[in-house]
């Protein structure tokens, strides 16, 4: 009873470990015979498994920018027909996902929306002198490289 438990217990700090540390991208090789240096990756090297799972998704940023232009008063000089790269105050990196949010002083009220948690590449987010009410989405702490 003791063996299996351990098992048990095994297998559940394995999948939680799988669950918080994402396998890194499958990289296409080539040639199969000489492999580049980075489709090897130290198991234990946290840096390397964290550098591999950072991707964003520029529709989902898209709809998140939307849901705050619709929940914040439609105050925003947005033409959501356009490309997110014209809307002002919007800052994207190279791969097309929302980097920095500079909304100060742009007439915004009401709440923010859970969605906002989803711009997992904004570093920089600036909301003050606006007429937001309410409490800050805890869908915020998904901001892990806000600064």
């Not at 964290?50 to 947005?78: F, H, I, K, Q, R």
């Amino acid at each position: 009873m003791n063996n299996i438990l351990c098992h048990i217990i095994s297998l559940s700090v394995l999948l939680s470990v799988h669950s918080f540390w994402p396998l890194p991208e499958v990289i296409e090789l080539s040639n199969p015979e000489t492999p580049p240096a980075e489709a090897f990756f130290d198991a234990t090297d946290e840096t390397a498994m964290l550098s591999n799972t950072m991707v964003c998704n520029p529709a989902v940023d898209e709809m998140a920018l939307e849901d705050l232009y619709y929940a914040t008063g439609s105050n925003l000089n947005w033409n959501l027909a356009m490309p997110m790269s014209e809307w002002a105050g919007v800052t994207l990196n190279a791969d097309g996902c929302v980097s920095m949010l500079e909304l100060s002083n742009t007439g915004l009220v009401g709440t923010l929306p859970a969605s906002i948690g989803n711009l997992e590449a904004l570093q920089s987010l600036h909301l003050d002198n606006n007429e937001l009410t309410g409490t800050i989405p805890p869908e915020i702490g998904n901001l892990l490289n806000l600064n």
